[in-house]
């Protein structure tokens, strides 16, 4: 059984002392839930504070990127040996990352070599834009992705990869795809590629996420699809209320 996962994507949000108070309120509540594990992606500047924040808590850190170098003379980035530091996850391949910073699969490949390396899980986000959708070629952009960023990558258990499907054109924007059709793109596009890189059996195991506008009013329709392991939340993470309704909806 692939236990749910709702990871909150803070992107670029958040001082490191709006992030302890956010934090803070996550804590108190979360110890009520269980069957669900939960991970916050917050800039950098927080890692450190927050790491020592959530010593004794369940509540699982991650980075929002990470450089595909190991070290060096690279001005303004970090290794994954740093994120390592404080974090169990990583974030790779976002939509953001990909639109505004020129990332592409084979550098995403190279990030997601660098993640395994400092012995981060990658949370690799997949999904196409509205044009692609509109031409009928999501599967295929999709396909595409996957196979480019996950290349020449070995997996030695399903819990060492999470996979976010995140179509471009839900994303940030409230205009949230409907449970059936993301189930049907899980079951028909993403699920069968992971299998036929590495097998059924391991497949199965491997958590895939739905990201897009989720919010507290449309997340129980997600999380009710066998299909759907959970959530990747952006807008809705910064505000502890609607972060741990949505949480609320795994139980
Ligand atoms: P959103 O962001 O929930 O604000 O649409 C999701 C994401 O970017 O991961």
New binding site residues.
């Given amino acids: 059984m692939r236990t749910p996962l709702i990871a909150g994507?803070w992107?670029m949000h958040n001082t490191e002392a709006e992030a302890i108070s956010l934090v803070r309120v996550l804590m108190q509540r979360i110890r009520f839930f269980s069957g669900v594990e939960v991970l916050i992606c917050p800039p950098f500047t927080s890692l450190s504070q927050l790491h020592k924040l959530l010593v004794s808590s369940p509540i699982l850190l991650g980075a929002q990127n990470i450089s595909e170098q190991s070290s060096g003379a690279y001005t303004g980035e970090i290794s994954g040996r740093m994120a390592a530091e404080f974090c169990s996850h990583v974030i790779l391949g976002?939509s953001?990352r990909r639109a505004y910073f020129g990332e592409d699969d084979a550098l995403i490949n190279q990030k997601v070599r660098a993640a395994q390396k400092a012995g981060l899980i990658p949370v690799l986000?997949v999904g196409e834009s509205l044009a692609e959708r509109d031409a009928g070629s999501a599967a295929e952009v999709i396909r595409c992705q996957l196979r480019g960023a996950l290349a020449g990558i070995q997996l030695s258990a399903p819990s060492d990869l999470v996979v976010?499907y995140?179509p471009v054109w839900?994303?940030?924007?409230g205009r949230s795809a409907l449970p059936e059709d993301i189930t049907k793109v899980i079951s028909s596009v993403i699920r069968p590629g992971l299998a036929a890189k590495w097998g059924e059996k391991l497949a199965e195991g491997i958590r895939i996420l739905y990201?897009?506008?989720?919010n507290p009013g449309n997340a129980g329709g997600y999380l009710s699809q066998p299909e759907i392991d959970g959530a990747?939340?952006?807008?809705?993470s910064l505000s502890a209320e609607k972060f741990l309704a949505i949480i609320e909806r795994t139980q």
Wanted: glycine share 24%; hydrophobic share 35%.
């Fill in positions: 994507n992107k976002h953001e986000c976010a995140e839900a994303i940030g924007t990201g897009g506008s989720v990747l939340v952006g807008g809705a």
